[in-house]
């Protein structure tokens, strides 16, 4: 079977990346796109992500991540909890081209992209004590 990562364009190279750590409950890496501006993406538990959002991309539109909206996303997620199913949040920023390090601190005025869910059901280890 012919790779699937062919039928994707490249879209930037990878500069660096966050490793996920239970602490954070996130990931990040910054790519980048072209030679004015990089990219930093963040992935991770949905609270940790709103924690460092500033703006939501809504409808097409970013907008402000006011309490309104929280209550949104918090009703949304809530169901899918309650379904069983956990909830992963992305969140983006555009960060001016540079040399050197990013810091952890550039994981700050994110604008949530979205989020996502799936089943993680209990490893059959855990079952079984």
Request: glycine share 4%; aromatic share 6%; net charge positive.
């Amino acid at each position: 079977m012919k790779s699937q990562r062919a039928r994707w364009p490249a879209v930037g190279k990878k500069l660096m990346r966050f490793r996920f750590d239970f602490e954070r409950r996130r990931m990040s890496v910054v790519v980048a796109e072209n030679t004015e501006h990089h990219q930093l993406v963040c992935k991770g538990a949905l609270q940790e992500i709103l924690n460092v959002c500033s703006q939501v991309r809504h409808n097409g539109e970013i907008v402000p991540l006011d309490d309104i909206m929280l209550r949104k996303i918090k009703r949304v997620t809530d169901t899918l909890n309650r379904q069983g199913l956990r909830v992963v949040a992305v969140a983006t920023k555009y960060l001016p081209a540079r040399e050197g390090d990013y810091q952890r601190a550039d994981e700050s005025d994110l604008i949530l992209e979205g989020y996502i869910a799936f089943l993680d059901p209990p490893k059959r280890q855990l079952l079984r004590h």
